[in-house]
């Protein structure tokens, strides 16, 4: 009864095919894919396989399944990699060490570039965000404009590949491990010590200062570091 | 006929029950997963289902599926993240450009890790591979030497999700765009300019100063990009 079943790798094919359609443009994004049935035709295989292919492109979270509807090219990849990376992490007896320095070293990177691309409208709004931590005395808002200052900078490098993979790795660390960002706004100082960092960051962006920006940024890194550890 | 099946979404009750086992620590990297029957039975669902959940996760690169064998936690997850990023790119109308700079973002500030933690083994590696690469008269050889170089450097940062992501990121770039390494091996000029910065990358490293390790790495990369545009 436990023999494998006869269709075992077909799926493969499925996923195969519908790559290539892919590679070759015929499926965009948004676009609907044919129905099972008639890809179950075009390929001659059974429709379980066919399910078992969608199945899997939806776990990786390239295709969405609406029901009675049927299979659609997603339109956002915000969730691609995450499902692949967090197992990744809880796999590799992932150590919080080892996520956090791969994001800081992307982000450290990525100011670079954003201090030469980010647009005024960008910096305007981190400047915004900076009056806006200032005023704020609750936590939990505190901790939301932390995270838009520093996703407003990510988005202003002006690489969606890059943007999204540090979403990613900021939703698995928000996933697995304790949201630091927490602790640190607990106590006022480190508010000040982080309101000031934040400044100096947006200075250097502003006089597009990229050494300035990252040795700023690797300044702020050190203060949250000194609470995961 | 193409309304949805009934069981559309309970695969993924079976993809959480196997990440919740994960997770906690009952199924670790290598081990057999339970038996599709034995799944079934316990989720109280079809063995159709279990082996969309099993496929999903194989597609991801999570679990190798071995005819007759049963399902395994994969050993190696060299491949986790090649799928989804693939896919990312081609449907992004991705840019070679987005990507190569996300490689070289991350492996600029990777070197930087480098430098404070290679060890002497891998040094002396570093060493031997630029005494092959001056000796080689072969193009493909050179390419090869090449590879070996940078993935010894991003190696000694010991940091295992970075070595990884840098890994997928080099095959994709293999995948999709134009091996850019043999267009510049192939003039013999370039050849020395590769080989006079992959000496300084070398010897800054081996005096364990980052910032230098990080400009020759630069230069290098700027001598690529010449190629790639």
Chains 1, 2 share one sequence.
Not at 127 to 135: A, Q, S, T, Y
């Amino acid at each position: 009864m436990d023999a494998p079943a006869k269709n075992t790798k077909v799926y493969e094919e499925v996923v195969e095919r519908i790559k290539k359609m892919i590679e070759e443009g015929e499926l965009k994004i948004g676009d609907k894919l044919p129905t099972e049935r008639a890809m179950a035709e075009e390929l001659n295989v059974s429709r379980a396989s066919i399910r078992e292919a969608i199945r899997s492109l939806e776990v990786i979270g390239l295709i969405e399944s609406i029901q009675g509807a049927g299979n659609y090219i997603k339109n956002d990849f915000s969730e691609i990699l995450l499902e692949p990376l967090s197992m990744m992490f809880m796999l590799q007896q992932g150590s919080a060490i080892d996520i956090y320095e791969l994001r800081e070293v992307l982000e450290l990177s990525t100011i670079m570039l954003s201090a030469e691309r980010i647009s005024k409208e960008e910096l305007k709004k981190l400047k915004e965000l900076i009056e806006k931590f200032k005023e704020s005395d609750i936590e939990s808002n505190n901790v939301i404009i932390d995270k838009e200052f520093h996703y407003t900078i990510v988005k202003s490098a002006n690489n969606p590949l890059i943007t999204n993979l540090l979403n990613v790795l900021s939703q698995v660390i928000d996933k697995f491990i304790t949201d630091s960002r927490k602790n640190i706004l607990e106590s006022s100082e480190n508010k000040e010590r982080l309101l000031k960092l934040h400044e100096r960051v947006y200075i250097a962006l502003e006089n597009r200062n990229s050494l300035e920006a990252y040795t700023a940024l690797k300044e702020h890194f050190e203060l949250i570091k000194e609470y995961i550890k």
